[in-house]
Each structure stands twice: as C-alpha cells, then as structure tokens.
C-alpha cells in the first residue's frame, strides 16, 4: 500500500516560520500580507531569476525558478536557481536582498529554507546534495552552506513545527523582540499590544481566529 502523502507546505512557510512563527501563521494560515521596503527589495531580487529557463554557464547547467517537492517530507516551492554539474549533481543557490553579513538568527532562517531545497533536489534527482549557496544581493558574493547531518535534522523539525503550526489553526503569541522592526506584518500583528495583558492578548488572538 502506497503511503499516504502529506499536506504540502511551502518551503517559504519555513523560512516564515523560523524567522517569526507569528508571521508564518498571519501569511499561511490566516492568508493576510501586507509589503514593506524590504519585501518589495526581496520582490525586486527574484524578478531577475523567476521566469522558467536555463542556460549552459562554465560547464554548468544552470536551470531558473525550478519547481522543487519533496513527498516524504510533504514539501512543494521553487527554486531561484539550480546549478546541475556535468555529472547530475544538483547545487541549489538561494536569492536573498541585503548582505551576507547578516544577523546570525536570520542567517540560520535563510540556511533552513536552502537545506529544505537540497532534501526535494535529492528525492527529485537520487543524488546527494551536500551543499548550497546563498546569493546576497547588496553585497554580490555567495555564502556557501553545508547540508550537513545537524542542518538536516533542524530542516525535518522545522517541517514537523509548521505542520502542526499549520493544522492548529490558532495565531501563536508575538515575539514582540528586534524581529519585528523589519517584518511587514507589524501593523496587522500588533506585538505590543498584544502583549500587553492577557486579556488583550487573547482578545486580539481572538480576532484572527476563523470563522466555524
């Protein structure tokens, strides 16, 4: 008997997620977003690498906005770019706006989303991928990553995060932390007042909470 397939989630929900898991239950589960500067810089990148195609580069097969899944983990998305060297093996290689010289906590949120594309390159394509790479726009150069064992094992909880994130169907509290300068979704959010009592915290939780 075939195993039953897993709802998809997306691998952006894990980027979401990581970064804020808030956030990721606003855009996935309640379906609101709302752009800032640095969503619409990030929108801006993507446009360069989101039309389907492909090149030969260096020796390099170079494939642009390749769709990605994974069944075992029950994970769909795309990738910006997936370079295929001469023997098959696939090296996804992740847009993101700014410099490589990130905070450490966002830099890990950018790590799980890549390693999440080399686990559906593996199940796609039966080779290993044992690394990626980030492409910093601001500062133009690389950070290579490592899939190594304890990134895979943070990539697959992640995913067993989201999913039950996911099936919850409830707002979880707001960090109300440095996060939250930058996120698009801070007018709809409201950290500090959501924190602000209990009372008012579970109220506005309240307000997002679908309809029966």
Same mark, same amino acid.
């Given at each position: ?5 897993? &709802?998809? $989630?997306?691998?952006?929900?894990? *980027?979401?997620?990581?970064? =804020? ?5 606003? +855009?996935? #589960?309640?379906? #609101?977003?709302? /752009? ?6 990030? *929108?801006?990148?993507?446009?360069? #690498? ?12 170079? /494939? ?6 994974? &069944?075992?983990?029950?994970? #769909?998305?795309?990738? &910006? $770019? ?6 098959? %093996?696939?090296?996804?290689?992740? !847009? ?9 906590? +966002? ?5 799980? *989303?890549?390693?999440? @594309?080399?686990?559906?390159?593996? /199940? ?10 980030? !492409?910093?726009? %601001? ?24 999913? @039950? ?14 996060? =939250? ?7 709809? =959010? *409201?950290? /500090?007042?959501?924190? @602000? ?11 997002? @909470?679908?309809?029966?």
């Amino acid at each position: 008997m075939a195993a039953e397939l897993l &709802d998809p $989630i997306t691998l952006s929900a894990l *980027q979401h997620w990581c970064y =804020c898991p808030r956030q990721c239950a606003l +855009i996935h #589960v309640e379906q #609101v977003f709302a /752009e800032n500067l640095f969503t619409q810089r990030g *929108q801006a990148l993507h446009k360069r #690498v989101d039309d389907p195609g492909f090149e030969v580069r260096d020796g390099l097969r170079v /494939e642009r906005a390749l769709p990605l899944f994974c &069944d075992r983990l029950g994970l #769909v998305g795309k990738a &910006d $770019i997936v370079e295929f060297s001469p023997d098959g %093996t696939p090296y996804p290689v992740e !847009y993101k706006h700014g410099s490589r010289h990130k905070r450490a906590d +966002i830099a890990a949120c950018d790590d799980l *989303q890549l390693a999440a @594309q080399a686990l559906c390159l593996e /199940e796609m394509f039966a080779r290993p991928v044992p690394e990626g790479a980030l !492409y910093y726009a %601001t500062s133009r150069r690389r950070r290579i990553v490592a899939v190594n064992p304890e990134l895979r094992a943070k990539t697959e909880l992640a995913v067993r995060e989201v999913r @039950q994130l996911l099936s919850a169907n409830a707002l979880p509290p707001p960090l109300n932390d440095e996060h =939250c300068r930058a996120c698009s979704l801070r007018d709809l =959010c *409201q950290p /500090e007042a959501a924190t @602000q009592s209990p009372a008012r915290s579970a109220a506005l939780i309240a307000l997002f @909470q679908p309809e029966d």
